[in-house]
């Protein structure tokens, strides 16, 4: 079956610094995976090369076997590439409704529409309105981004990720800042997100992350180190020195 | 009502919209005597409108708008004064070479930022300028273009000494921009504008296709800014090398952010306002009336950021 997403041979160089080192990558369709590695493993330049935001130096993307190498950024994320970001990315002077429904314009191909049409905004506001509800922030719709605290604006982020109907969803540490509590609420909702959709999560939080992810690929100095289910990770030995300490449960 | 009706119906038509069309109306029966007046303030609010789309919905900063209020200007004076007097196909032309500038200049000076982006709004004013200057034999260089002589409006209306013509024209004009612009701010377009000035980088991330968005929006107020400039030119029936001006960029910024920058109506209420003040104050103080324009500026920045439609707004408690 084609993966949802895979990497080739993926190699991501500064001058002399090797970020990404021949990363042979598969996401499965429907498929719950973590990225975790210690602090500069290279997990958000990954991602980056996925994305487009970063060239890579060598190797080849796909996404559901297309060659997604050339693309640029907003391409990919037409074709169902959809992420969110490490620190919040946000449209922070627009309401909560106003930042999905960006999204949803975009991906309904409406985004460049100057007439208006008042049905088709009506539908993006609708289904940016019904993602709120799902990600239980629709209480908070018309309220601005930066009024809300950090924790909601976590879920604002998943919310626009979301409004691009990816096949292929990105989380790039949805709980890093977030209050304990608060971080609950955000596990939940990676939990419930829709089973068609394959999500990577890159963490640090092994809790987290021994909860969703069915596969997990542990990434050091940007060389894949080993792939496996929650338990091989948890029993590998390389793992536990490098990344997780020897004190870790598994 | 749903945070989505609430969205939808925040779009539609508010009667104090129809406000400054009240006072443009009350003010061709009151002030007869000001109507050349009234006509370069309409003239204005389309040339800060203009400006209003790019620098305060698309995060565009410029301070070389006037090269496409001159662009227009020249086009419908030179139009008027070697092709036809014909008025509203000299407006189109006007659109159009704006149009034309904005879209070549937009795609090369687009690609950069901030201050060289600025620098780069003054050199294509600045080439403009010069190119306007050398070409005497068309422009009239430093003598100005004469020979203007604009038609009657359908062959009907004739531009009269009093200005009323003009100053119905310019309204009519203003009226229809508005309404083009009102739309476009409130499309898909228009929020996606204020996504790209909120936060350019997610635009990208989010799949818009960001430089295209920029680009057009930059072409569409060059074009309204070239309208603006043609009705200057027609209804003076003069064209000089000022309407290219760094002058004129700087103050029809100053103009928006009397008004207030991002809200539309920040055009009507900044450039009404300056140009007024700047009659008052010149037959009060001819010597030193822009030192008060000056104080007046400060004064707005320093307790009235939003400009004086942002000011409203706190007092309102909005």
Known sequence: MTPALETIGLHKRFGALTVANDIHFRLEAGARHALIGPNGAGKTTFVNLITGRLPPSAGRILLGGEDITALPQAARVRRGLGRTFQINTLFRGLSVLENVCLAVSERAGIGGDMLWRFGARRAALEYGYALLER???????????????????????????????????????????????????????????????????????????FRFARRITVLVQGSVLIEGTPAEIAADARVREVYLGEGHHA | MSPVDASIRGHRLRAIELLPWLIAIGGYFGFGDYLTLGSQILIMILFALSLDLVLGYAGIVTLGHSAFFGAG??????????????????????????ALIGWISGF???????????MLTLAVTALLAEAANKASFITGGADGLQGVDIDPIFGVFRFDLFGRTAYLYCLAVLFLTWLFARRLVHSSFGRSLVGIRENAARMHAIGSPVRRRLLTVYTISAALAGIAGALLAQTTQFVGLTVLGFQRSGEILIMLVFGGIGRLYGAFVGASLYMIAQDQLAKMDPEFWYFWIGLLLVLLVMFARGGILGLIDRLLGR
């Open chain 1, 135 to 209: 990600l239980r922030i629709a209480d908070d719709a018309a309220r601005l981004v930066k009024e809300l605290p950090y924790g909601k604006q976590r879920l604002v982020e998943i919310a626009i990720a979301l409004g691009l109907q990816p096949s292929v969803l990105l989380l790039d540490e949805p709980a890093a800042g977030v209050p304990a509590a608060e971080s609950a609420i955000i596990l939940d909702v990676i939990e419930r997100l829709p089973s068609d959709i394959a999500v990577l999560i890159i963490e640090h939080d092994m809790e987290l992350v």
């Open chain 2, 73 to 98: 200007a020249y086009a419908a004076g030179i139009y008027a004064a070697y092709v036809t007097g014909e008025p509203l196909s000299g407006l189109l032309i006007a659109a159009l070479t704006a």
């Open chain 2, 108 to 118: 090369v000076i687009l690609r950069t930022q901030g201050l060289a982006l600025l």
